[in-house]
């Protein structure tokens, strides 16, 4: 199983940011399509953004954009989540993920490797 290791996460007052870290062991996704994910306790697992295997579109949930802006350095096998103007409602589990095609979408279905997460609390 090809290990993703997310790192940054931490506590942050509100309207502070963060930057998340993912990083692969080699090249393997590079290619591919690469997504970030959370959840929050008693809650569902939800979409956050992806980026195509080209670092060249990404797509947000809409609740999102604006704030979050996910980006790739295929140099360093990496992804990354910035987090700008975090509220207390962003705390949750950060999970990146990495599917095995150039774009995929919003359904968690679509990535098959997973990071074990990094929690982002986000006080008031």
């Known amino acids: 199983q090809v290990q993703l290791v997310e790192s940054g996460g931490g506590l942050v007052q509100a309207g502070g940011s963060l930057r998340l870290s993912c990083a692969a062991p080699?090249?393997?996704?590079?290619?591919?399509?690469r997504g970030w994910f959370r959840q929050a306790p008693g809650k569902e697992r939800e979409f956050v953004a992806v980026?195509?295997?080209?670092?060249?579109?990404?797509y947000y949930a809409d609740s999102l954009k604006g704030r979050f802006t996910i980006s790739r350095d295929n140099a360093k096998n990496t992804v990354y989540l910035q987090m700008n103007s975090l509220k207390p409602e962003d705390t949750a589990v950060y999970y990146c993920?990495?599917?095995?095609?150039?774009?995929?979408?919003?359904?968690?279905?679509?990535?098959?490797?997973w990071g074990q997460g990094t929690q982002v609390t986000v006080s008031s």
């Open positions: 993920a990495a599917a095995l095609r150039n774009w995929a979408l919003r359904g968690a279905d679509e990535y098959p490797y």
């Open positions: 080699g090249r393997t996704f590079n290619s591919y399509a």
């Open positions: 980026v195509s295997g080209g670092g060249g579109s990404a």
